[in-house]
T-cell receptor, first 114, second 112 residues
Framework: KNQVEQSPQSLIILEGKNCTLQ??????????LRWYKQDTGRGPVSLTI?????NTKSNRRYTATLDADTKQSSLHITASQLSDSASYIC?????????????FGAGTRLFVKA | DGGITQSPKYLFRKEGQNVTLSCEQN?????MYWYRQDPGQGLRLIYY???????QKGDIAEGYSVSREKKESFPLTVTSAQKNPTAFYLC???????????FGPGTRLLVL
């Protein structure tokens, strides 16, 4: 069964600290993996997209990693800011004879405290 | 958000009523999608359309209907057959296949 599991479910950190969010997936055949940031009551915004051959991708203070062998990804946030408080969603797409399929994780809720 | 508009932001529905959620885009994207988001769960695909006058059911299409008469518009109707419609509904667009999707601001539907 195609699944995307994210951990932790929620996380509280102090402003300025780093944190790492995890994403494990069983989706196959793998096409790409994306991380989105979703502010409360808003639509998700894309942070990174990685294909099978990419191990690391950075977008400002966000760095995503992908290990296609172990089917794991992480999102590292450096020097957190209050505005980083949001849900972070891992999304994995598969492609096969039935066409594309996109599986969304339930997200990690991040709270950054002053 | 950007070039995707969803309206209204909040919508109240009485039981037994049909309601229509609007999604308009000016990004010239061919593909449009409707998702439902419930607390503690990942987004679930309701319907998607990759070209005008064509659309496909997603994972949870029962109780919903859509139309795609124009490239810019992809309205979603929540019918009375949808027994648990209270949720946050997100419209998204994309350029092709399952590349990066761009999401609208969402509509929160509440059943009275």
């Amino acid at each position: 069964k195609n699944q995307v599991e994210q951990s932790p479910q929620s996380l509280i950190i102090l402003e300025g600290k780093n944190c790492t969010l995890q994403c494990n997936y069983t989706v196959s055949p793998f096409s790409n993996l994306r991380w989105y940031k979703q502010d409360t009551g808003r639509g998700p915004v894309s942070l990174t997209i990685m294909t099978f051959s990419e191990n690391t991708k950075s977008n400002r203070r966000y760095t995503a990693t992908l290990d296609a062998d172990t089917k794991q990804s992480s999102l590292h946030i450096t020097a957190s800011q209050l505005s980083d408080s949001a849900s972070y969603i891992c999304v994995v797409s598969a492609t096969g004879t039935g066409g594309f399929k996109t599986i969304f994780g339930a997200g990690t809720r991040l709270f950054v405290k002053a | 958000d950007g070039g995707i508009t969803q309206s209204p932001k909040y919508l109240f529905r009485k039981e037994g009523q049909n309601v229509t959620l609007s999604c308009e885009q000016n990004l010239n994207h061919d593909a449009m999608y409707w998702y439902r988001q419930d607390p503690g769960q990942g987004l679930r695909l309701i319907y998607y359309s990759q070209i005008v006058n064509d659309f496909q059911k997603g994972d949870i299409a029962e109780g919903y209907s859509v139309s795609r008469e124009k490239k810019e518009s992809f309205p979603l109707t929540v019918t009375s057959a949808q027994k648990n419609p209270t949720a946050f509904y997100l419209c998204a667009t994309g350029t092709s296949g399952q590349e990066t999707q761009y999401f609208g601001p969402g509509t929160r539907l509440l059943v009275l």
